[in-house]
Every structure is written in structure tokens, then in C-alpha cells.
């Protein structure tokens, strides 16, 4: 069955302790997306790839920080630097080529919920 | 500034009724809009995607419509069940490239039997 697994689904930090959150997709998509929700208001974008290798900063990449070493994965670092992670996480994938690849839907794990011990 | 508005915020509906999920967009170069079905506690899954030059789009009890001219969509759904209650999230794909998506803050549905 295809689709993106996210792990863990709950956790928790310590103060000035990084944590990671894993994002694996068998989807064979090319693109991967990171973002955080917060109550009442819509996903914001952290980091996205494109292509293996290669990532951007969204609208929120302060405090976080991704590789993409593997089409398949994508973790997300929440660092120190981050004074609020809690949050739910959610990453995403997309197809990324053809010409009709803006009207492809991202597809969504079902979130790591991070808390603040 | 591109936003996306959802309204209302939250709704009740007892189950059998239809109801009608509103937005309003600002998001300019537009691509296409989106809506998604959101569990608690699940990532999104995605309804409907319609480009500029579709104005309705249906996906079992789930119709979406969108007026490119009055930047306006809507959500409509018939006959609702228990497995309804959800967050609701209108999406703008804005043509700047890559696949950047503007997301509204979501309508909460309650059906309740």
C-alpha cells in the first residue's frame, strides 16, 4: 500500500535538546514538503525538495534544518534555536514533472504531534 | 498579501443535512484550489482540485464550485454522515513556481446524530 509514514507520532522535548522526525514515502514522488500546524491556523511551509540532494526554505525555516539524502526520505530537525515547537508536524509528497505537475495533489502523512517536556 | 478566508469557523449539522462551506481567496498569480478533509489527529486528504477553468468539481457526496471572478469557492455536502465531522481546508496553488500552496486556517464540522 503506498503512502507516507511519519514517526514517531508523539513527542516530546527537552529544553535545548534537538529532535528528529522521520518522513519516509514509497510513493516514488520527487517532491517532499515539511509543515507545521498550529491551532486555528493554516499549514505554514518549513523546507521543501525538489530532487534529491537539494532543498529550500519555506515560509518558517528558522530553528529547523532537513537533508534529502534519499528520494524516499525526508527528515526534519527541530533544533534548539526553535523557542516553540509545539506543534503538529505534517510532510508531504507530490509528483514534480510533466506538464501537468502544479495541479498534482500533495499527499499527507498522518503527523508527529511535538510537545515540550 | 495572498490569503485564504474559510467561513464559518465551525458548524453543527445533525446527520442526513446538507451544508455549505465557504472561501474567499487573494492569492495571485492562481493556479488552482483545493480542498482537503482533515480527521483529528490525520494528515489532510485530498477532495478536489479545479483549475482557473473549472467551476464545479464533485467527488461523491462532496461538490466544490469556484467563481475565478469573485475569487470564491465553495464546499457543498449532501446527505452528511457521522464520518463527515472533520476540519475542512480550502488550498490556493499559487503559479510561482513550485508547488506553493497557501492554506486557510479550515471550517471544524460537527454532524451530530
Known amino acids: 500500500d503506498g503512502g507516507i509514514t511519519q514517526s514517531p507520532k508523539y513527542l516530546f522535548r527537552k529544553e535545548g535538546q534537538n529532535v528528529t522526525l522521520s518522513c519516509e514515502q514509497n510513493?516514488?514522488?520527487?517532491?517532499m514538503y515539511w509543515y507545521r500546524q498550529d491551532p486555528g491556523q493554516g499549514l505554514r511551509l518549513i523546507y521543501y525538495?525538489?530532487?534529491?540532494?537539494?532543498?529550500q526554505k519555506g515560509d518558517i525555516a528558522e530553528g529547523y534544518s532537513v537533508s534529502r539524502e534519499k528520494k524516499e526520505s525526508f527528515p526534519l530537525t527541530v533544533t534548539s534555536a526553535q523557542k516553540n515547537p509545539t506543534a503538529f508536524y505534517l510532510c508531504?509528497?507530490?509528483?514534480?514533472?510533466?506538464?501537468?505537475?502544479?495541479?498534482?495533489?500533495?499527499?499527507f502523512g498522518d503527523g508527529t504531534r511535538l510537545s515540550i517536556l | 498579501k495572498n490569503q485564504v478566508e474559510q467561513s464559518p469557523q465551525s458548524l453543527i449539522i445533525l446527520e442526513g443535512k446538507n451544508c455549505t462551506l465557504q472561501c474567499n481567496y487573494t492569492v495571485s498569480p492562481f493556479s488552482n484550489l483545493r480542498w482537503y478533509k482533515q480527521d483529528t489527529g490525520r494528515g489532510p486528504v485530498s477532495l478536489t482540485i479545479?483549475?482557473?477553468?473549472?467551476n464545479t468539481k464533485s467527488n461523491g457526496r462532496y461538490t466544490a464550485t469556484l467563481d475565478a471572478d469573485t475569487k470564491q469557492s465553495s464546499l457543498h455536502i449532501t446527505a452528511s454522515q457521522l464520518s463527515d465531522s472533520a476540519s475542512y481546508i480550502c488550498?490556493?496553488?499559487?503559479?510561482?513556481?513550485?508547488?506553493?500552496?497557501?492554506f486557510g486556517a479550515g471550517t471544524r464540522l460537527a454532524v451530530h446524530p
Open positions: 510513493l516514488n514522488h520527487d517532491a
Open positions: 479545479m483549475t482557473f477553468s473549472e
Open positions: 508531504a509528497s507530490s509528483i514534480d514533472r510533466g506538464r501537468g505537475r502544479l495541479n498534482q495533489p500533495q499527499h
Open positions: 488550498v490556493v496553488c499559487h503559479s510561482g513556481g513550485y508547488n506553493k500552496l497557501i
Open positions: 525538495s525538489q530532487i534529491v540532494n537539494d532543498f
